[in-house]
């Protein structure tokens, strides 16, 4: 049987109720959930809050996860972007209840516009990744879309765990500049 990933083993201990195991699972993937949090709601103060109440649904729902992979990232990205969801719902309800009048075409309007800056966005992102070395773009690939931990993939593409994480900070620092263009435009 292949041993088990840092994760898988966490997950393992954590789901059996080890506190400490859960703390390391937190530690290894909080920035990428706030990242997350932060890309759907747009505000730090929500991200916070949400990043919070996916760990807390994670520690909660452990017991009956079976990890699917090597890396629980996926998982806690599910969970993320539903309580991210919610938040947005709560944001909408919210502001319907506190105006004098709601007009009924605001939403579909604000989807619109929502949907028009995720496109730009994605684009953007998507420009930005395709200017970055090959190194950089697998880097990327493994680290931010597929949930990697540095040294699996400093393992994966025969780099130190130093390189990985110094130019993932390098490209994470790019692609936020990328971001900010987007939505100050």
């Known amino acids: ?6 994760d898988q083993r966490w997950a393992a201990q954590a789901a059996a109720g080890d506190e400490g195991a859960f703390r390391e699972l937190y530690r290894a993937h909080v920035r990428p959930v706030y990242w ?16 919070q109440e996916t760990f807390v649904v994670a520690w909660r ?7 699917q992979g090597e890396s629980i990232l996926p ?14 719902r709560q944001r ?4 319907a209840h506190t105006a004098d009048a709601v007009d009924e075409d605001l939403a579909s309007t604000v989807s619109v516009e929502e949907q028009v ?5 994605a684009a953007r992102i ?16 493994l680290c931010a879309a597929e949930g990697y931990a540095y040294q699996a993939a400093a393992e994966e593409l025969g780099v130190t765990h130093a390189v990985v994480r110094n130019r993932l900070s390098r490209v994470r620092t790019q692609l936020r500049g990328a971001v900010k263009e987007v939505k100050d435009a």
């Open 92 to 95: 909408r309800r919210d502001r």
């Open 1 to 6: 049987m292949p041993s088990q990933t840092t």
């Open 126 to 141: 998507a420009a930005e990744v395709g200017t970055l070395s090959e190194l950089d773009r697998e880097i990327f690939r």
């Open 36 to 51: 997350i949090a932060q890309g759907i709601l747009a505000s730090p103060a929500d991200a916070e809050d949400v990043t």
């Open 117 to 121: 800056i995720t496109a730009a966005l």
């Open 75 to 88: 998982w806690l990205a599910t969970i993320c972007r539903f309580q991210a969801a919610n938040r947005l």
């Open 61 to 67: 729902k452990l017991p009956g996860l079976e990890l």
